[in-house]
């Protein structure tokens, strides 16, 4: 629904069912923004960090939204230490996003 809902705003979407493609992906094309879940397929509610950790070594320069629906202080501390630019708790407002992909948010 997300990635509908972004390319109706005319954003580009690429997506990726688990950690390991989204690393795949991550390691062969260059992004503007890249938004992970912290759930994204198997057991572990935090893999989202290691596309987040990822993401900061092959790109430093671009910005990573972190959506969650198991939020929690601990687990968000460790994503903006880990350099997430946005953290977010679902359900989050498209306009918020929006802004947020556009470089109009604050953290």
């Not at 997300?2 to 795949?24: C, K, N, P």
């Not at 503007?32 to 430093?60: F, K, M, Q, Y």
Request: hydrophobic residues 45%; glycine residues 6%; charged residues 30%.
């Amino acid at each position: 629904m997300l990635s509908r809902a972004l390319e109706q705003m005319d954003f580009r979407v690429d997506t990726a069912d688990s950690a390991r493609a989204a690393l795949a992906v991550l390691a062969r094309r260059e992004y503007r923004a890249i938004i992970t879940d912290l759930h994204l397929g198997g057991d572990e509610r935090t893999l989202g960090l290691e596309v987040l950790s990822a993401c900061r070594r092959l790109r430093p320069k671009c910005p990573v939204i972190v959506l969650t629906g198991f939020g929690n202080p601990t687990v968000m501390e460790k994503a903006l230490r880990l350099g997430a630019t946005f953290y977010f708790e679902k359900p989050v407002s498209l306009e918020r996003l929006r802004l947020a992909l556009a470089g109009e948010a604050r953290p």
